[in-house]
């Protein structure tokens, strides 16, 4: 096992010991069930196809998706430097992006444990309706792309700095961001509207996953979106690192 | 095993170190010895790769710090002043986690945990929750993590740091230990710490080294001052249960007398050429009356032992013992840091 495996075990443990990552799970977990509670079992629910409500399960889960990703995300590097541990990682043959890599690793993995928790929700429209169990599976891949992709936002707003509250702060700004791209890209005309269209988080490139439908320039934003954050994380870390 | 070359650290346009040169043999125990914010652990997080000089170069066993820094990170234990301890973690899994991420094999380090453990001695919390350790065992999980993979270089900023005075012996005695094997650099501001742990001495003042050497270099060549405690049995004393002039409590004549020969013997003293001071101890008389002698702290420009000792015995004393003069460290500190009065 690598640098990355080593790093992955530590910070995935670090979310099991700790009280942090459980209320995650709880209030994410409540809140979905709060939300499914209402669009499935309530009592509008003979005016919904199952496809439907399935789909509005997805549209909410991806919102608590990014928040918990946020929350998840902003402890990895900030609460490092605070307590000083960061120290042992700078000063041991570790590169920066290995360090990078572990830590989000780590994240996605019990940010989808969390999401894979919910599955006995879609699967109940399953039992009782009529949905693709593909339609599960594709929802499923984008609210782990988008999870990642949030994650990898979230990483590059904690290495910026020591303290955890700045980097929530700056996480929710540029994730919320590029959520409003979509909003936006509806209020201008072209070309900006493309522009904010191609840049959304949320909207064109979440739509298809929604829908169960699979679409290679969404794998490829969420994928790009990614290495894009978790590049200027590691580009931050090696800036601080000798600092 | 360590050089250093004309090395500087500015944080924007305030110079926290240097420019610093100097050179560690492998083996060495050296002490970097200056108060608070002097550039102590500026320089060492520098040999510890955790910080990049603004100027200078730095070799570890031959490699440079900024060209090879993960060759040189393999060969370096560093010890923050706080340890870097994750308190989420027992101390086994801790240690375990400390191994791998430098480079230790799950065998190597299976096999190297229960030696520093024993080492540091913290066998007995390997379980615990490190977030439930006292100060004195997280400075030891500190330096077992340290010296986990066997480093060349073991840097320990301020080791004692917020230990009790039990907790220091113990980490004095750890390090000690650690000698014969390592090449170690300590930073501190505790003066006993560093006499008594370190085989030379470097002594920073704002951002420079201003001395080095051993303690007794130290105290020979740059202080100036020899200082030394000359033990006199003043003339007519017999011993222990003898007196100068009868009981010195008895007041009256026996007062006076004893005061007459301590006055004599500061007389004989500072008349000796270079004596610069001479401090008596408290109630002199009683110290005559009681052990038959005196202990006299004597100050010199030079080596002024031989001809004190010479002028007592003329006098008709007797001199029964002489030593340097205690805390000579201190006022070596002191004289070049401080530039007070020792």
Redo the contacts between chains.
Sequence with gaps: ?G?TG??FR?EF??YV??PMGYIVAAVVLLLDGILFYALALGPRTGELLSGEVLMRFFYYASGLTAIAAVALSIRLIAEERA?????????????DWEIVLGKFLSALAFLSAITVATLYMPLMILVNGKIAFGHIVVGYLGLTFLGAAVLSIGLFATALTRHQLVAAASASVITGTLFLLWPLSQMVGPPLSRVFAALAIHGRHWAGFQQGLFHLRDIVYYVALTYFFLYAATKVMEAK??? | MVHLSDVTKYYGKKRALGPVSFEIERGDTVGFLGLNGVGKTTLLKIL?????PSSGTVTIDGLDILDE???V??R?G?L?E????????TVG?YLN??G????LTPEAVARRIPEVEEYARIAEVHDMPARNLSQGYRQRVGVA?AIIHDPDLLILDEPTHDLDPVQIMEMRGMIRALKDSHTILISSHILPEISQTCDRLLILNDGEVVASGTEAELGDTLLRSRGMVVTVRPVGTAGADGSVGGDADAGGAGDAAAQATIEALERVIQSVPGVTGVRLPDRPARAIASAGALAIRVDGEADVRAPVCRALVEAGHDVIGLTRAERELERVFVELVGGAEA
């Excluded at chain 1, 307590?83 to 590169?95: C, D, K, W």
């Excluded at chain 2, 510890?48 to 990049?52: F, I, N, S």
């Design positions: 096992m640098a080593i790093i530590r443990g670090a010991r700790s307590a000083g541990t960061q120290l042992l990682l700078n000063t041991s043959p570790v590169r690192r000798w600092e | 510890a790769c955790g910080l990049r820094p993960h060759e990170r393999k370096v560093y923050p706080l340890p870097p301890v994750y308190g989420d973690m899994d986690f400390a791998r991420i430098r480079g993590q």
